[in-house]
């Protein structure tokens, strides 16, 4: 996993489960997923970072699924690729707010 400082991943995650982990440097927020194999790395703002928590909060969180249908967050040139469990995972630390310190990263 590429080295931005800590990643984060939700409690939500099993013990040793590969997630989607969250990092922070002073100016950007980046997501990745870690047994993704091509190692890609989604860059944002914090301002961006935000309106997807905001997003995620106001909605019911997933589903509990066995799937394993692929779940692809992109952005212009990056496609970070998870699951379904790793998704609902994600979301439902994003509801009990694990993540909103992303938001407010220091300048």
């Excluded at 692809?72 to 496609?79: E, I, K, N, P």
Aim: charged share 15%; glycine share 6%.
């Amino acid at each position: 996993m590429p080295t931005f400082g800590s990643w984060q991943k939700s409690s939500y995650c099993g013990q040793g489960d590969s997630c989607i982990h969250i990092a922070a440097t002073p100016t950007a927020i980046h997501l990745t997923e870690s047994a993704d194999p091509t190692g890609a790395v989604l860059t944002t703002t914090p301002a961006a970072f935000a309106t997807l928590l905001t997003a995620l909060k106001q909605q019911p969180a997933p589903e509990d699924s066995e799937t394993n249908t692929p779940v692809r967050l992109r952005s212009a040139d990056t496609v970070v690729t998870t699951d379904h469990r790793k998704w609902r995972a994600f979301v439902l630390g994003v509801q009990a707010g694990e993540f909103d310190h992303f938001t407010h990263t220091s300048k």
